[in-house]
């Protein structure tokens, strides 16, 4: 695992460390409210001082994901949303000046093929993968091709990992752990658990990744709870929502830009 | 302790290149955790003498045999043999596994268990277990189903259980399940994700085999002392599989039986409704395991069809998938025009009505029966009963109307 990563994500968490903040990860399915939609919607995350974009791929069976996400899902592949359509997304972020890590369950990967899928993403400018249903154990075929194209690979740690599985899950992650704050389903929550800090504190006793927190925050002041622990703050649900209101795409990314901004202002205070 | 690298990690749980465990990192400790426990009650004579005295004085264990001539004159004129889980209590197979997980999950310590249900008979049975042993419990339906299968959500809820009608997606077996596996995720602390049948991440598929292989123990015994030899065939209805893989297992040291799954036909393979997986489908991974996935060229899952709720799912358990690709199993399937004239006949000639799913074993029967001619002797695994199947049934032959079957 010594193989270098270009684009990779770990550079970025760190030059935020050297700036005394945590990072913001914003996570948006392609395709939804349409795949064009979608790509401006990534930009406007990037502009909006999201310091990596989480591009998530629409599946049928979506089976980690609460009803904001998954209603978006199935809206996009209703709306003929396709794997393809995923590097389109990468290439904008990247084009933006942001840095792109896709979200994606693993059937996906597998059908494409795990090398071809893996070099397409390199091509377009993605940094790696996140993979919610794709533990390590599993992991050979996509260790050895994200080593072989540069790519970050996200592992998830949970609040039921057992030390073991910890020491065992990191040392397979590179450019972050990402660290599942609550035992469940994305979704806003209303208070974000307190597993996620010692979820955290466990996380950090047994690797030096940066370990970034995600599922259950909504607002600025969640986000500077969560980033006076951790080295990024992760945003999925919440943002997935403005966009589904009514009214044109114009004023939803108006609102998506509001609430960005909210959120970095948030990562930048958690510390203050 | 020396800390695992991920190189090294066991890959525990596969038949070949099937099987595995594809779940989100949260679940792995209660896959151990229950893999630890079934490992033990294996060995343990105290749970393995709490399972046979439910078994016998709850279930009705052992299931008879019963041999039907009247049904076999339509099979090519081979002698044709029942196994009778239809008459375990519950009505059905799922009963054995049922069991076996609700005692493993008091020993866990779990007070609260999930499970799917597609026709019911796997819903029915949890909630039953549950109410024997005094845990709590949820239920999730496909919202089609539940409209299909009224009378067991009725069942269910009489015995205490919470129904879910899930409503996304197909709302169907796969909708309920993805719902399941998010409560499981949730909940994972205090409950038991009791799957109904052998898919799943490890160790469900070999778990839900190991708690139903007592019917081919049982069948195989049985025909032995009835005819004097084992069968040609041993044939058994296919969705995920736990009912095949009950019967077979016992045979598959016996290379002269051929082993025969018969999958959902649905309205034809060309007419892309039907849940007929070895027919149309590709290796991928679904709800936790690696096997055959009725799957479109992205890998999104494709919707199945079937006349029988229980059969329709677009996976299939990955023992069959290993099965299958060894050359060791057979896998046809049976569309459901045939399979609703085989329901008929059996009602008629024997005065047994088999649930839908098993009577696509019998269509089974009647093609390699055909087959093999009047010496062959075919054992057919009738894994449930059709009670729960009289809205359709009579739907399907007007019977509502007065029309006759």
Redesign the interface.
């Known amino acids: 695992m010594s193989s270098t990563v270009v684009n990779g994500v770990g550079e970025i968490l760190q030059r935020c460390r050297e700036e005394g903040r945590a990072a913001l990860v914003g996570y948006l399915p392609v395709g939804f409210p349409t795949v064009e939609g979608s790509l401006q919607a990534m930009r406007v995350l990037v502009e909006a001082g999201c310091d990596i974009v989480e591009v998530g791929v629409p599946y049928s069976d979506p089976l980690m994901d609460g009803p904001v996400i998954q209603h978006a899902a199935s809206t996009a592949l209703a709306g003929g949303a396709r794997v393809d359509d995923v590097f389109r997304a990468t290439q904008a972020v990247r084009d933006a000046g942001g840095s792109a890590l896709v979200m994606t369950y693993w059937n996906l990967v597998l059908r494409r093929g795990v090398e071809r899928f893996a070099a397409d993403l390199a091509a377009s400018g993605g940094s790696g993968l996140i993979t919610p249903d794709l533990i390590p154990d599993e992991g050979g075929e996509w260790i050895a091709a994200s080593d072989a194209h540069g790519l970050d690979r996200v592992f998830l740690v949970a609040p039921s990992s057992t030390p073991e599985r910890l020491s065992a899950v990191t040392s397979a992650c590179r450019g972050f752990v990402y660290a599942a704050s609550t035992m469940g389903v994305t979704g806003a929550r209303a208070s974000v658990d307190s597993d996620a800090r010692g979820l955290v504190e466990r996380t950090r006793a047994v690797t030096d990744l940066p370990v970034c927190v995600g599922l259950g925050v909504s607002t600025g002041a969640q986000a500077a709870e969560l980033a006076a622990y951790a080295d990024g703050v992760i945003v999925g649900s919440a943002l997935v929502r403005t966009l589904t209101g009514p009214g044109e795409l114009a004023d939803r990314l108006e609102a998506l830009r509001a609430l960005t901004n909210e959120l970095a202002d948030g990562v930048r205070g958690g510390r203050g | ?1 020396r ?5 090294e ?3 525990p749980g596969r038949f070949g290149e099937f099987g ?11 896959l151990d955790q229950l893999d630890e426990a079934r490992q033990k009650a294996a060995v343990d004579p105290e749970f393995q003498a709490e399972l046979a005295r439910l078994h016998a004085t709850y279930t009705g264990r052992p299931s008879i045999i019963t041999e039907v001539p009247r049904f076999a004159a339509h099979c090519g004129g081979a002698r044709v043999i029942l196994k009778r889980e239809d008459l375990n209590h519950t009505g059905s197979h799922k009963i054995n596994n049922v069991l076996g997980q609700a005692l493993l999950t008091k020993r866990m310590g779990k007070t609260r268990v999930i499970a799917e249900t597609g026709a019911g008979q796997h819903g029915v049975a949890t909630a039953t277990a549950a109410a024997l042993l005094g845990l709590e419990c949820t239920v999730y339906m496909g919202k089609v189903d539940t409209e299909r299968q009224a009378l067991n959500v009725a069942r269910m809820r009489i015995l205490g259980a919470e129904v879910v009608a899930v409503e ?2 197909s709302a169907t077996l ?1 909708d309920a399940i ?1 719902e399941a ?2 409560d499981w ?5 205090n409950t038991h994700y009791l799957i109904g049948t052998v898919t799943g991440p490890h160790p469900f598929p070999e778990m839900v085999r190991d708690f139903h292989k007592i019917i081919g123990e049982e069948a195989r015994a049985q025909v032995l002392d009835l005819t004097g030899r084992l069968p040609d065939a041993v044939i058994a209805c296919v969705g995920g599989g736990s009912n095949a893989m009950g019967i077979f297992h016992r045979f598959i040291e016996d290379g002269g039986v051929r082993l025969i799954g018969i999958e959902a036909g649905g309205e034809g393979i060309e007419s892309g409704r039907h849940a007929a997986r070895f027919a149309s489908a590709s290796p ?5 395991a690696m096997s055959y ?1 009725m ?1 479109d ?5 494709v919707e199945s069809h079937s006349i029988s709720a229980g059969l329709d799912y677009p996976s299939v358990g990955p023992e069959h998938s290993f099965l299958r690709d060894s050359g060791r199993a057979e896998y046809r399937y049976a569309t459901d025009d045939t399979v609703m004239e085989a329901f008929s006949l059996l009602s008629r000639t024997e005065g047994i009505i088999p649930a839908i799913e098993s009577a696509h074993a019998l269509v089974g029967a009647m093609e390699v029966g055909r087959e093999l001619g009047p010496d062959a002797l075919l054992l057919v695994n009738l894994s449930g009963r059709g009670d729960k199947d009289m809205e359709t049934a009579a739907r399907y032959f007007g019977l509502l109307h007065g029309g006759t079957a």
Do not use: I, S
């Not at chain 2, 060229?297 to 899952?301: A, I, K, L, R, S």
């Open positions: 302790m800390d695992l690298t991920p190189h990690l066991p890959r595995g465990r594809y779940v989100p990192e949260a679940l792995v400790p209660a996304h997606g796969k993805n596996l998010r995720v949730t909940n994972v602390q991928g991974v679904l709800h936790g996935v799957q060229e992205d890998g999104q899952t």
